[in-house]
Structure formats: C-alpha cells, structure tokens
Nanobody, 120 residues
C-alpha cells in the first residue's frame, strides 16, 4: 500500500523558516505531480505549491518569493522550504501526490497533515 509520510512542521516566529518533507513509501510505478496544500482554521484547503515530474513548479500568489518546492525523485520525496513566514501561514499542511500504481492506475494520495504555527 502506498502512503505519504510528512515531517517538519512546528512552531516558529514570524520571519522564521521551516522545511517540510513528504516521502512516498510502498510499491508503485511512478509519481506524477506532487504538491503541498494547507488548511487554516475555518477556511477551505488551498493549493500552496506544486511540482511536476519534469521539475516545473507553480505557487499560490500568497507564497511566491517566500516558499520553494523541490523534489528528489530518487527518494520519492517532495520538500517545501518556507522562509519569511507570516502568522497567516499558520495552517495544517498536507502533502499530495498523483501516483501511478503497479497496475497502471493513477491514484491521488494525501499525507496525514503537519501543523505549522507562526507566532507574531
């Protein structure tokens, strides 16, 4: 069974940095796009950043210039480097990936979520 395991959340002061990691484990054929979403209390889940298998990336306007998404295909891992954090970045961050299974199905997977809290 394929799963995504996240790490790296925590409490940080405004202006600080955090790095999130998400590793895919289990048996699968390949991973297409990987991304990070976040959900703040009382708000809908939103896309933060996405990276495709070829390396192209996309970001929400609110994080452009502050966050950087990257991936290590050999480790089946995606990272989110978050700099210049603001209190409004406080949310549960979820990893997301499009995984092609060994039976050629494309499935969408989610991590369990990791809490990022930015204090003012």
């Amino acid at each position: 069974q394929v799963q995504l395991v996240e790490s790296g959340g925590g409490l940080v002061q405004a202006g600080g940095s955090l790095r999130l990691s998400c590793a895919a484990s289990g048996s699968f054929f390949s991973i297409n796009a990987m991304g990070w979403y976040r959900q703040a209390p009382g708000k809908q889940r939103e896309l933060v950043a996405r990276i495709f298998s070829g390396g192209s990336t996309g970001y929400a306007d609110s994080v452009k210039g502050r966050f950087t998404i990257s991936r290590d295909n050999a480790k089946n891992t995606v990272y989110l480097q978050m700099n210049s954090l603001k209190p409004e970045d406080t949310a549960v961050y979820y990893c997301n990936a499009g995984v092609v299974t060994t039976t050629s199905y494309l499935v969408e997977l989610w991590g369990q979520g990791t809490l990022v809290t930015v204090s003012s």
